[in-house]
């Protein structure tokens, strides 16, 4: 395996031209684990983006936030920004791995491994963040939902990569819920990220919900926001998450049990934003 450290986005450019095949690696969380367990998978040309100091760090414009596909979990849980405007990640990174993994791993890598129990995704698509993609055919940006196209499959081509996670600052609060067959260190069984904005009544203005490892990518549970943004009375609405998932089963658990924890979850949790 050839292996590469570009310094700068220029000289990423120039080895792409060279190596179009290349594939990039980030914190290695996801890649190192895949190749032990199947060495076949390993390339013949690796690119690790770390040392590009551009696409790391958080920053922020009057209308979003901008954050860098090397930002690491860690720096995710302990930015201010985040916290105050985009807690529903925060609440992600907080029940994500370990103390090394946490360090490591980078929100860019979150996305790209296309994960469907991927922990920082479900917030990303409730607060719907775009993709800022950088290749050899210039620049484009498209929504998360379209650039997760299926289980570990993205919209990315050829000597691209992701270079920027556009968030808009909308002021809406975010919750995160994680439910796994233990406390740390699990994958989630289910997951999902709720964004909502109230208005002086009390009365919800805005509900977005995105759920994960119920299909083969984060899912909106649009039936079911569209019922509560109706009027409609929530112990029967709830039913209609069945219409936007389709939960498999798999060595952690049932499909069924997967609909049934989401709904009966997902049931408390709305009940709780009305009363915060
Ligand atoms: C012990 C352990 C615990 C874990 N716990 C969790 C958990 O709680 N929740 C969770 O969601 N995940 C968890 N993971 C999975 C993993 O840590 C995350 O998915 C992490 O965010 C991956 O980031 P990375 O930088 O390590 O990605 P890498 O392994 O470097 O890359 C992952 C994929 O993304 C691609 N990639 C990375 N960055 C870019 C980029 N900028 N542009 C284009 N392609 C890119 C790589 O080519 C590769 O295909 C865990 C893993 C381990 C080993």
Known sequence: ??????NSMDELKTLFQTNENGSVLAGGTDVLPRWQDNPKLKPDVL???KKIKELSGIRESENEIIIGPLTTVQEIKKSKIIQTEFSALTEAASQFGGVQICHRATIGGNICNASPAG?????LYAHNANIGIMGPNGNRSMSISDFIIGVG???????????????????????????????????????????YEKDNAN??????????SVAPTIVYL?????????????DGAI????????PIDDIRTSGAY????????????????YVR
């Open 1 to 6: 395996m050839k292996y590469f450290a570009p």
């Open 47 to 49: 690119i690790d983006i």
């Open 119 to 123: 922990d920082l995704l479900p917030g």
């Open 153 to 195: 499959k993205t919209a990315l081509e050829k000597g691209e990569i992701v270079s920027e996670i556009h968030l808009p600052r909308k002021g809406e609060k975010s919750l995160f819920y994680k439910l796994g067959l233990r406390q740390s260190m699990a994958i989630a069984v289910v997951n999902f990220a709720i964004a």
């Open 203 to 212: 009365n919800l203005k805005s509900l977005t919900i995105a759920a994960g």
């Open 222 to 234: 649009e039936s079911l926001t569209n019922a509560i943004m109706n009027g409609e009375n929530l």
């Open 239 to 246: 039913q209609l998450v069945d219409e936007d998932i389709s």
């Open 258 to 273: 997967r609909s049934t924890a989401l709904k009966n979850v997902l049931k408390h949790t709305i009940k709780e934003i």
